[in-house]
């Protein structure tokens, strides 16, 4: 399991993300998810998501995750 | 827009806080919410305890105590105030102003201005700026901006993003006219097209209240409100935070004339820990010059929580030397105003609980 895939399992142990492609529309994460995940993507690769990123299109899947930490530097 | 104001000043601030308090944790087993998750939560958004008015306490309720209190101690004559602001988005009544009732409960002159304003979160930028204004007339040498609101009574208790976070609070700040210092600097503002992002839909004359506005309905998972109760809409109200307050303050300093590091604090608003953390971040400002716990202590109130802020952080140290404060609220409009300025040594700068009293609202 990647650490994304980690984290997210973490914040919401009874979701499948592997097999999601829209978390938001299929009810993996609300906006308390949204708001842990930033802290935690923040916390353990030592990043600051900004403000202005947190939107859902970031957070809807896997890629789109993975999309916003490349921008950090951040390859998972 | 901006404003700048010259020979006025802030003589003091008291902030008034219900004695009942509700813990995070508490509230979240309402919800069948993990632990664990409220755990985090309470770590990430900073919400602990939050303090609610009891049901039947108004604003004039809170308000009036305040400005009693001041009475009894000498620090504010009634006599000598000339205008009365009150910003509130709970009035006691449609009909007539709030102020008006202040007024009259606590027998002020005749001769004075009383005015209701509807804002929220950057109510006490904009009471402030109302009071600057009124200040610039000869006849109106002192304003009281009182701050108010208990809003948890329009927050469904089963809303679990709004309730949690939700206080009730009234703050009193005395504003007057003073030799020459350094002008007062404000930037303000308002889309109206965005309306809808922070409201309570039922109540008003385009939706009065009834049976139907009452019933509950489902907003999320396990997540429930009416029409009749506060609706947020979080990610835009976020987003809005993030993206416009930052400019407003390089905008503001700007046109003060000042650096980021002439200012000994940032006292804004606070929706969360989470959220002034990230403006912070955004704004290069270090988090111990943002004090960031008023959420924590005592929940969300609206337009008193900067002044909560200042009172609860910095009531000593004002009391004892001038700082220069830069607030800034956003929020129900959507409105976002920020003001620079030196801020003491104040007459007070106090926060005290309320306690009941037996007259009616």
Redesign the interface.
């Known amino acids: 399991m990647t650490k994304l895939l980690e984290i997210l399992t973490e914040i919401r142990p009874e979701s499948s993300f592997s097999e999601s492609h829209d978390f938001l529309d299929d009810g993996l994460l609300d906006s308390f998810d949204i708001v842990m995940l930033v802290s935690s993507l923040d916390k353990t690769f030592g990043i600051s998501i900004e403000g202005i990123e947190i939107v859902p299109e970031n957070f809807r899947n896997l890629e789109a995750i993975r999309a916003l930490l490349r921008k950090h530097g951040v390859e998972t | 827009m901006n404003f700048t104001f010259r020979d006025k000043r802030i003589s003091g601030i008291l902030t008034i806080l219900p004695a009942n308090e509700r813990s995070f944790l508490e509230d979240m087993k309402a919800f069948d919410f993990p632990e664990a998750?409220s755990l985090?939560?309470k770590l990430?958004?900073g919400f602990d305890k939050h303090r609610l008015a009891t049901d039947g306490t108004c604003v004039s309720d809170l308000a009036v105590f305040g400005m009693r209190y001041l009475f009894d101690r000498g620090l504010l004559q009634p006599e000598a105030i000339d205008a009365l602001i009150l910003v509130t988005q709970s009035p006691d009544y449609i009909m007539p102003p709030t102020s008006s009732v202040i007024q009259g409960r606590l027998r002020l002159k005749q001769d004075m201005f009383c005015l209701d304003i509807n804002q929220g979160c950057a109510g006490f930028v904009v009471g402030l700026l109302q009071a600057f204004l009124l200040l610039e007339q000869e006849s109106i040498q002192r304003v009281v901006v009182i701050n108010a609101d208990v809003l948890s009574r329009r927050v469904s208790p089963k809303d679990?993003?709004s309730y949690p976070l939700i206080g009730d609070a009234a703050a009193i700040t005395v504003v007057e006219k003073t030799s020459p210092g350094e002008p007062i600097h404000a930037s303000l503002k308002m889309d109206g097209t965005r309306y809808d992002a922070l409201m309570i839909p039922a109540g008003g004359f385009r939706l009065p209240s009834s049976p139907d506005t009452a019933i509950l309905e489902a907003v999320?998972?396990n997540n429930w409100r009416s029409k009749d109760h506060l609706a947020m809409n979080?990610?835009a109200v976020?987003?809005f935070?993030?993206?416009e307050v930052p400019p407003l303050i390089d905008e503001l300093l700007l046109a003060a004339g000042l650096s980021r590091d002439a200012v000994d604090y940032f006292m804004f608003h606070q929706p969360n820990r989470?959220?002034l953390e990230?403006?912070a971040?955004?704004m290069g400002v270090p988090y111990e010059r943002m004090p960031n716990n008023i959420v924590e202590h005592f929940g969300n109130a609206s337009g008193a929580t900067i002044p909560t802020n200042v009172t609860f952080n910095l009531g000593r140290l004002l009391t004892e030397r001038p700082l220069r404060l830069c607030f800034a609220g956003f929020g129900v409009g959507l409105t976002w105003a920020a003001m620079v300025m030196k801020v003491g040594p104040l007459a007070f700068c106090d926060t005290i609980d309320y306690a009941e009293e037996r007259e009616p609202c």
């Open positions: 998750k985090k939560l990430v958004m679990k993003n999320g998972e979080g990610t976020f987003n935070v993030q993206t989470f959220m990230k403006l971040d955004k």
